[in-house]
């Protein structure tokens, strides 16, 4: 056979090859589901953060900024005593004053914050008392810590998988269906729903003072949701 022949032979079962693939690829699929099953529930907090700051004003920035560092730096130290407390800085912001309807700079603010965070609230609570003088509460809130939230949704994959089983029964039946099987199935986390309030209602009260008893702290819990989203195929009679 001439090489163009034969070229043109080999060309020609190429393409009755590859014009098979599409038949095998897109195989019909009859009879598919797409279900969603979600399982919750309640975790308490057991983080909770506080901010706090520190705000001046100067015309000498200079003179300001190392004031507020001082002032600073002085509640720093005194937070790294406290077991249990992990302390971090904050933003720390330096603007201008104008004066004489914003022609010229009067002054110059700033203000600095101080992050607390601990799983023991009581120790905190009485910190931020503490500190309150020297510096001002700007938030307090309340989360789930990282590993307690793997781990409580860990605990939810089993039921998530058993919630979807029985949705998918419950589908096949209602179709007339003998049996299924699973096409696909993925586990999503929805992440935390706060059940209460984050932010602390003794701090709007303005009940912390530095010369009394920190307050009881109410963390109240947040809901983590796992879902089970996927396709069954229904094996009718």
């Known amino acids: 056979m001439p090489p ?19 038949a095998l690829a897109d195989e ?9 099953a979600e399982v919750s529930q309640e975790v308490a907090h057991d983080r909770m953060v506080v901010t706090l700051y520190t705000e001046a004003q100067s015309d000498d920035p200079a003179e300001l900024a190392a004031g507020v560092s001082k002032t600073l730096n002085a509640a720093i130290e005194q937070a790294r005593k406290v077991q249990g407390v992990k302390v971090s800085l904050g933003s720390r912001q330096s603007y201008p004053v104008y004066e004489d309807e914003g022609r010229k700079i009067g002054a110059w603010r700033e203000r600095a914050e101080l992050r607390l965070e601990s799983a023991e609230f009581a120790r905190l609570s009485q910190l931020s008392a503490d500190l309150l003088g020297e510096l001002k509460m700007a938030d307090m809130s309340f989360a789930v810590a990282e590993d307690t939230r793997k781990t409580s949704e860990d605990a939810l994959i089993k039921q998530a998988v058993e919630a979807f089983k029985a949705r998918a029964q419950l589908a096949t039946e209602a179709m007339g269906g003998k049996s299924y099987k699973v096409v696909n199935l993925a586990l999503n986390g929805g992440g935390f729903q706060p059940v209460m309030p984050m932010r602390a209602m003794a701090m709007d009260r303005g ?16 809901r983590i949701q796992l879902s089970a989203d996927g396709t069954i195929e229904v094996q009718l009679p």
Do not use: C
């Open 4 to 22: 163009f022949n034969r070229l043109a032979a080999t060309f020609a079962l190429g393409l009755a090859t590859f014009a098979s693939l599409p």
């Open 28 to 36: 019909p699929h009859y009879n598919q589901v797409s279900l969603r």
């Open 207 to 222: 009940s912390f003072s530095k010369s009394e008893a920190a307050p009881q702290i109410e963390a109240g819990t947040s």
